[in-house]
């Protein structure tokens, strides 16, 4: 019975043993690329909620202003 399965050959290690070895090379460069991205995509996303936050505060006292027109036109529709 084999373990491996004759998955173990020399090309196989050879390339176990060079992303061993690049890895300490590689996932800086990769963080330094990402970082940045990240933190565009965070800023992005917290000026677009900052801009819903304003357009919903908007939008409520537009309606607030409409209701208490309607409120004014109903209690002067009963005076007369």
């Given amino acids: 019975m084999k373990i491996f399965n004759g998955s173990l050959n020399p090309g196989s290690l050879a390339v176990g043993a060079g992303i061993v070895l690049l890895t300490p090379v590689v996932l800086p ?24 936050k304003v357009s919903v505060a908007e939008t409520k006292e537009a309606l607030e202003d409409i209701t208490a027109e309607a409120k004014a036109e109903m209690g002067e529709d009963k005076a007369a």
């Fill in 29 to 52: 460069v990769i963080g330094a690329i990402l970082k940045p991205m990240a933190k565009a995509v965070i800023k992005g996303t917290l000026l677009a909620y900052e801009g819903a």
